[in-house]
């Protein structure tokens, strides 16, 4: 179907020489931890949400369900707007984040908006652990979403820029392997935190203070992309940066000029880059930029990660047994990552997420089946032990499945798909839908695991299905591809090479 192929412009090799210095193993490896704010969170909120301190405090209708769980229906007993707007509220804060991050961004650079992210989560994080009412929740909460909304637009595109187009894929994918560190360590501590009595919560909220310190002092170590630095007419500090992450045998004035001439082909419409995108010619990349951030929500696993320990707790679980489980869980999400870090750019990304598409869409009809045959469709049988662990093991398996593929994926894909006059746009597209749906689900899981009961994961696995259909018809495989040459790629594909070539026709014409 023409998706495998791609050209590579004379002149330079794909990577213009580049060593894999230890320069640029640092940088990225300091950059990639920005995943630690967004994966705390993640893991955080959850737990925190079942144990009996929090709810005490902020929900004690919820709790009082919880109590009397054997005379209610298993699947609603955490079935609270008010329980979920305080994970929710973080993701419409990080939506409108997300939308200015490109600006700000085109501003100041991508360095400084990783700075400017983990400064305003590390202020969430300290107004969320001194909390006394739901209203400071929810301000606290906010300001982390600021925080997420804007290092998640510049992490994975700093990554893409600065990493030898060889190893792109491992060191992007670096974001959601330090995502998933940060869930695991969430974790872990909610299960320490839960035996604290009263005050455990306030710990485990507080200490998102930590990895935002981490991605702070990080980011003052860090190098600007040269795309960045470029784009604000740094061209002495571009080649200094290049210079510093290529080692000394790149091509370094080589892979400058390819910066600079896509910067400069950019330049020369002065239509924003919002109103761009949306032209015919960049079709392929506007469809992308949401198909693959709301594919990777409908996966089901964002809303499995937060609230795995209620999830548990409702199919048979106690508190630290649930707690238990989600450590578990994160555990095999990040040795997931780690493998696909490994074969991202050996298999490529095509393979990995047919791979991951079937893994995921077994597991989840297994878990409805289960559900449905044990607990039922009023939600008041009781499960036997024996069908909770295989609910366990079947949920690390549905996390296995993204973890190798749509997991480090989806940071990757818009990272190096857009062409550089529509980069940040693109990306910026990329994760209010991202974060949007984000909002959406967390806000309406419960009650849709009220509502439709065990047919809730028999719906996330008929969205797997379509969204494998979708890749294996319309993504092309991009393992390898220098940023510059991307769009050879797309020209070449079956269904978006009409699009991009009539882009191609009109710059030849202009120039």
């Known amino acids: 179907m023409g998706m495998e192929g791609f050209a590579v412009p004379s002149g330079p090799t794909a990577d213009y020489g580049a060593s894999l210095t230890f320069s640029v193993i640092l940088t990225c490896v300091m950059a990639a931890s920005g995943g630690l704010i967004f994966g705390y969170d993640v893991g955080i909120s959850g737990g925190v949400s079942s144990m009996e301190s929090f709810l005490r405090q902020f929900y004690p209708g919820v709790l009082k369900k919880m109590i009397e ?16 707007a305080f994970t929710s509220s973080l993701y419409i804060a990080g939506l409108f984040a997300s939308l200015v991050a490109g600006k700000v961004t085109k501003a100041i650079g991508r360095q400084a908006v990783m700075l400017l992210g983990g400064a305003m989560f590390f202020a969430g994080a300290a107004l969320n652990a001194g909390a006394v009412d739901i209203a400071m929740l929810i301000i606290g909460r906010m300001l982390l979403g600021f925080g997420v909304g804007f290092t998640n637009q510049a992490t994975p595109v700093y990554l893409a820029e600065i990493a030898p187009p060889r190893w792109r894929g491992a060191f992007t ?40 310190t981490v991605i702070v002092i990080g980011a003052f170590f860090l190098t600007d992309s040269p795309s960045s630095l470029v784009v604000r007419g740094k061209l002495d500090a571009a080649r200094a940066a290049l210079r510093r992450v290529r080692g ?17 082909e950019s330049k020369k419409n002065e239509e924003e880059a919002y109103r761009r995108i949306i032209r015919r010619e960049y079709r392929p990349h506007l469809v992308m930029a949401i198909a693959v951030a709301l594919f990777f929500q409908l996966t089901g696993v964002i809303v499995l990660a937060f609230f795995s320990p209620l999830l548990f707790r409702t199919v048979g679980f106690g508190s630290d047994a649930a707690l238990i489980g989600a450590v578990i869980l994160g555990a095999v999400n990040l040795g997931s990552i780690s493998v696909s870090t490994f074969t991202i750019d050996r298999l490529g990304r095509r393979p990995l997420f047919m791979i991951g598409g079937l893994v995921m869409i077994v597991c989840q009809v297994a878990i409805a089946w289960i559900m449905g045959a044990q607990i039922g469709h009023n939600g008041e049988g009781t499960m036997p032990h024996g069908y909770s662990v295989a609910v366990l093991l079947l949920v690390c398996g549905h996390s296995a499945g993204f973890g190798v593929s749509w997991g480090p994926l989806n940071w990757l894909i818009p990272a190096e798909i857009f062409p550089v006059e529509i980069r940040s746009a693109g990306n910026g597209i990329t994760s209010a839908v991202g974060l949007g749906c984000t909002f959406i689900q967390t806000q ?21 299905v379509i969204m494998t259909t979708f890749i294996a018809l319309f993504m092309p495989e991009t393992k390898g591809v220098p940023l510059e040459s991307m769009n050879a790629v797309w020209a070449q594909h079956w269904y978006w090479g009409r699009f991009v070539r009539e882009r191609n026709q009109v710059i030849d014409e202009s120039a």
Not at 183 to 189: R, W
Not at 253 to 259: C, M, Q, Y
Not at 444 to 464: D, E, N, P, R, V
């Open 248 to 264: 000394p045998d790149a091509d370094i004035d080589a892979e400058l000029k390819d910066v600079i001439r896509s910067v400069e």
């Open 444 to 464: 309406t899981f419960l009650a849709m695991l009220c509502a439709f009961k065990y047919a809730t994961f028999a719906y996330y696995a008929g969205w797997i």
């Open 173 to 212: 994918s670096g974001f959601q392997f330090f995502l998933s560190v940060g869930v695991l360590i969430a974790n872990l501590t909610n299960y320490g935190t839960n035996h604290i009595n009263r005050w455990g919560w306030r710990l485990s909220l507080g200490l998102a203070a930590a990895p935002a």
């Open 69 to 84: 769980k054997g005379t209610s229906n298993e699947y609603c007993v955490y079935d609270s707007q008010s329980l979920t």
